[in-house]
T-cell receptor, first 111, second 112 residues
Framework: DQQVKQNSPSLSVQEGRISILNCDYT??????FLWYKKYPAEGPTFLIS?????DKNEDGRFTVFLNKSAKHLSLHIVPSQPGDSAVYFC??????????FGAGTTVTVRA | DTAVSQTPKYLVTQMGNDKSIKCEQN?????MYWYKQDSKKFLKIMFS???????INETVPNRFSPKSPDKAHLNLHINSLELGDSAVYFC???????????FGDGTRLSIL
């Protein structure tokens, strides 16, 4: 039973524009949320995270928004750059620290 | 100066064989993990060790046995390999359970 869902398998965006990636979860016990970025033949790399006590966290071009009542989080990348082309995974955990991952969204940034 | 390194990167073997995947981290982290990425691309936790002690053991066949000789190493041994074991296996580590996990580049296991 998949507790973390990324319903958009792919996203194409023009360089300089905003990329918005979405993630929904079903387990209300999740209290920590992360985004990972993955290039082909490499492992996932941590990008940004947010705890359940916040609704927004920003790091440079990356901002994560959390809507706990809707069990929804999103990642905004602005402006998008060619190097942002990768697979982005949403991940969540409870206090047991077991990460549950979504299936990923492949982002392609067009020049 | 790779942070989390796995060997081998590729492993092709016959059904029924026994194989091991090694993982080492030089980050000084206390906790290490093994994940399996299946054909649908989901990453699923298999095991986690904290300071050589097993703390997470998901529903994984007994053919899979993790071994942690010290807190910088977590190896995965698989007995009697089956076709369904074909996947990419990722090792990861973190300072504490609530810190972001750092992943290795994965081991692609193919069973013939």
């Amino acid at each position: 039973d998949q507790q973390v869902k990324q319903n958009s398998p792919s996203l194409s965006v023009q360089e300089g524009r905003i990329s918005i990636l979405n993630c929904d979860y079903t387990n209300s016990m999740f209290d920590y949320f992360l985004w990972y970025k993955k290039y082909p033949a490499e492992g996932p790399t941590f990008l940004i995270s947010i705890s359940s006590i916040k609704d927004k966290n920003e790091d440079g071009r990356f901002t994560v928004f959390l809507n706990k009542s809707a069990k929804h989080l999103s990642l905004h990348i602005v402006p998008s750059q060619p190097g942002d082309s990768a697979v982005y995974f949403c991940a969540c955990h409870k206090n047991d620290y077991k990460l549950s991952f979504g299936a990923g969204t492949t982002v392609t940034v067009r020049a | 100066d790779t942070a989390v390194s796995q060997t081998p990167k590729y492993l092709v073997t016959q059904m029924g064989n026994d194989k091991s995947i090694k993982c080492e981290q030089n980050l000084g982290h206390d906790t290490m993990y093994w994940y399996k990425q299946d054909s649908k691309k989901f990453l699923k936790i298999m095991f986690s060790y904290n300071n050589k002690e097993l703390i997470i053991n998901e529903t994984v066949p007994n053919r899979f046995s993790p071994k942690s000789p010290d807190k910088a190493h977590l190896n995965l041994h698989i007995n009697s390999l089956e076709l369904g074991d074909s996947a990419v296996y990722f090792c990861a580590s973190s300072q504490q359970g609530d810190q972001p996990q750092h992943f290795g580049d994965g081991t692609r296991l193919s069973i013939l």
